[in-house]
């Protein structure tokens, strides 16, 4: 942890968003009740956005990473996704159909003002989640496969040694 850790419970979640994001070296940028965040993950860099919502009783985390989808690959990402979300404990991806886009999310409804550790941990959580199923996503987007596969694929575990 960090020696900053005596600024673990600030008033303003959005400090401790701040704070999360500069123990990172992630670039961060700041408006009335919304932190804009550039993540680097393992595959690319993600863009984060983490708000406030009804007057600071919910905390809302949008994480955008650059993957767009067609009406050719759309079946195979809404299974993929739906796949991957019976899998996560927190948060989900979405589906922004319009857009094309895939998008993590994880919205909490807050009963006091979240500690610098529990907002470390969501954010971390989304780059992670992001970071293991990217590749999955590229799978089906780039190389064709269906969503069984591509998820089985990312899901590979290695044992032992070589």
Same mark, same amino acid.
């Given at each position: ?6 600024? +673990?419970f600030i008033?303003d979640? #959005? ?5 999360a994001a500069?123990?990172? +070296?992630?670039?961060f940028?700041?408006?009335? +009740?919304?932190?804009?965040i /550039?993540? $680097?993950g393992k595959? &690319? +860099? !993600?863009?984060?956005s983490? *708000?406030l919502? $009804?007057d600071?009783n919910? #905390? &809302?985390? =949008?994480?955008?990473?650059? #993957?767009r989808?067609?009406k050719k690959n759309?079946?195979?990402?809404l299974k ?11 948060g989900?991806f979405?589906?922004w159909d319009k857009e094309?886009?895939i998008?993590y999310?994880?919205?909490? =409804?807050?009963?006091?003002?979240? &500690?610098l550790?529990? =907002?470390e941990?969501?954010? $971390?959580? %989304?780059? *992670?989640? /992001?970071d293991l !199923?990217?590749p %999955?996503f590229q799978y089906?987007?780039? %190389?064709?496969k269906? *969503?069984?596969e591509?998820?089985?694929?990312v899901?590979?575990?290695?044992r032992g040694? %070589?």
């Open positions: 942890m960090s020696p900053l850790i005596k600024e +673990n008033d979640p #959005l400090e401790n968003v701040e704070l500069s123990i990172q +070296n992630w670039t940028d700041r408006t009335d +009740n919304e932190v804009s /550039i993540a $680097n595959h &690319n +860099n !993600y863009q984060l983490v *708000s919502q $009804n600071s919910g #905390l &809302n985390v =949008i994480c955008g990473f650059d #993957l989808f067609n759309k079946f195979q990402i993929l996704v739906s796949s991957i979300n019976a899998q996560l404990w927190l989900h979405d589906v094309g886009l998008v999310r994880n919205s909490s =409804i807050l009963e006091k003002s979240p &500690n550790k529990t =907002i941990t969501l954010l $971390n959580d %989304a780059v *992670s989640s /992001i !199923y990217f %999955a089906i987007l780039w %190389a064709g269906d *969503s069984e591509a998820l089985q694929t899901l590979f575990e290695t040694e %070589a």
